[in-house]
């Protein structure tokens, strides 16, 4: 149950880096299904709003993939994977009329990963910390 809402969640979270990123307009404020709290801070923070997604992603990526063995590799490949798919999202912007490529917006996605990735590995330390005692 746990690595089927793991993936389910991880699959849909790229989907909607996806989605956004390809949307024709960058100002995706105006969505109607979109808070409008929510849209002004997306357009107010262009870049780091493409942290965000990934910051969740690098949260459930440590937590599906940590199981104590060959835990550099396994952080590494999800770093790459995750920095592979920021990439492929603003190389798809190159092709669309009101996007543009913007290398800052892959250093904002590897950023969210690796503070994900942290945050998901501080939650697995407390947790076995917890259950241990």
């Given at each position: ?15 909607l880096v996806f989605y956004f990123s390809w949307l024709p ?90 503070v994900g990735m942290f945050i998901g590995a501080a939650f ?10």
């Amino acid at each position: 149950m746990k690595n089927a809402l793991l993936i389910t969640a991880s699959v849909f979270g790229i989907f909607l880096v996806f989605y956004f990123s390809w949307l024709p307009d960058p100002d995706i404020g105006y969505k109607a299904y979109f808070p409008a709290w929510l849209g002004k801070w997306t357009n107010a923070n262009a870049n780091l709003r493409t942290a965000v997604p990934f910051l969740f992603l690098g949260i459930i990526a440590e937590i599906w993939f940590n199981d104590g063995q060959h835990v550099l590799r396994k952080r590494t490949i999800i770093f790459l994977a995750a920095s592979l798919v920021v990439t492929a999202a603003e190389v798809g912007q190159l092709f669309l009329p009101h996007r543009t490529f913007d290398l800052r917006d892959i250093g904002w996605g590897m950023t969210g990963t690796a503070v994900g990735m942290f945050i998901g590995a501080a939650f697995l330390f407390i947790y076995q910390r917890f259950r241990a005692s």
